[in-house]
């Protein structure tokens, strides 16, 4: 509690209120100044707070999905390392994502002609074009197509090939998001990629949701094969251990760090002002602690 005298010495107390998500060992707590945002919408609950230390908040059923000052990490990692490693990348598809961030990194990329956004709740486009508009600064894009509708039935309906990079940018496996973990779905998202296509997903925190974790890295390799798989890691302070995973799937010949350009990468980043992404981060992030190595071996 900050506690600060006043001049006739009672104590002033700043606001003490805090966001907590909790599991069932472990919790993260931030201090607010306030909720801006609180809605059920069909899917979930919706909520915006005022933090303090990392700017506002959105979180979905109490779980923290992106805030104002370390959303970057996330977002420029989960595209520009798809992005930078496909020969010459025209169509993605976004299956959630509806803070807009994955869709505003792909479109830095002058080579999409199209992005395509999948989002179940239009409640959290809402929530971030009011409260989160640096991260929904894409949505008036042109080269944006938004659908609100549902990521598994939209896949199911996509043409063969029709696209180049897939990135799955969604929730835990609760929820709406529960379908988008299971082998179906991923053999569906193989069969819309074209034939040097590559699939990126966030792939929860190995510490934290290590089931998950092992178990959806088994399904992308009995799908892309043993070594087309690859993790990835990032640090994101406002997640669960602050370890977060991604993983890179290629159909074809794509590889992250083989078909990776150090020069290229490092131009795009500094004439983006990039905060996270840069050529060391990209090949230091395939790199991975033992216990996170031997868990998906
Ligand atoms: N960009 C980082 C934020 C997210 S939000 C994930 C989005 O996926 C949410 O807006 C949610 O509504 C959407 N979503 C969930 N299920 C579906 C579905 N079936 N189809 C389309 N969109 C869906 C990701 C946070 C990562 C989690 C960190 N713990």
């Known amino acids: 509690r900050d506690e600060k005298s006043s001049e006739e010495g009672d104590p002033i107390r700043t606001r003490d209120v805090w966001f907590t998500e909790r599991d069932d060992k472990i919790a993260l707590s931030l201090k607010h100044d306030g909720k801006l945002y609180d809605v059920q919408?069909?899917?979930?609950?919706?909520?915006?707070?005022?933090?303090q230390a990392y700017g506002?908040?959105?979180?979905?059923?109490?779980m923290v999905m992106t805030s104002e000052k370390?959303?970057?990490?996330?977002?420029?990692?989960?595209?520009?390392?798809?992005?930078?490693?496909?020969?010459?990348?025209?169509?993605a598809l976004v299956i959630g994502g509806g803070d807009g961030g994955t869709a505003r990194e792909l479109l830095r990329h002058d080579c999409y002609d199209e992005v395509v956004m999948v989002e179940i709740d239009d409640k959290v486009i809402e929530a971030c074009?009011?409260?989160?508009?640096?991260?929904?600064?894409?949505?008036?894009?042109?080269?944006?197509?938004?659908?609100?509708?549902?990521?598994?039935?939209?896949v199911k309906e996509a043409a063969n090939g029709s696209f180049d990079i897939v990135i799955v940018d969604s929730t835990d496996p609760v929820g709406p998001a529960?379908?988008?973990?299971?082998?179906?779905?991923?053999?569906e998202v193989y069969r819309i990629l074209s034939d040097d296509g590559i699939m990126v997903t966030q792939s929860e925190s190995p510490r934290f949701n290590s089931k998950v974790?092992?178990?959806?890295?088994?399904?992308?390799r009995s799908i892309f094969g043993?070594?087309?798989?690859?993790?990835?890691?990032?640090?994101?302070?406002?997640?669960?251990?602050?370890?977060w995973s991604f993983s890179y799937?290629?159909?074809?010949?794509?590889?992250?760090?083989?078909?990776?350009?150090?020069?290229?990468?490092?131009?795009?980043?500094?004439?983006?002002?990039?905060?996270?992404?840069?050529?060391?981060?990209?090949?230091?992030?395939?790199?991975?602690p033992n216990f996170v190595a031997d868990m998906i071996s």
């Open 213 to 220: 974790f092992r178990e959806i890295y088994q399904v992308y």
């Open 70 to 91: 370390d959303e970057y990490v996330y977002h420029e990692m989960i595209t520009h390392i798809p992005t930078l490693t496909h020969p010459k990348p025209k169509r």
């Open 41 to 51: 919408s069909d899917f979930q609950k919706v909520e915006v707070y005022k933090t």
């Open 129 to 154: 074009k009011e409260h989160l508009p640096g991260i929904a600064s894409a949505f008036g894009n042109p080269k944006l197509n938004l659908i609100v509708d549902d990521g598994i039935k939209y």
């Open 178 to 187: 529960e379908g988008l973990f299971t082998v179906e779905f991923y053999k």
């Open 249 to 288: 799937s290629s159909k074809g010949k794509a590889h992250p760090l083989n078909d990776f350009n150090a020069e290229e990468s490092k131009a795009f980043a500094k004439k983006h002002g990039l905060k996270y992404y840069n050529e060391g981060i990209h090949q230091a992030a395939f790199a991975l």
């Open 56 to 62: 506002n908040l959105l979180t979905l059923d109490g």
């Open 226 to 243: 043993q070594d087309k798989v690859h993790c990835y890691l990032a640090y994101i302070p406002t997640y669960p251990t602050g370890m």
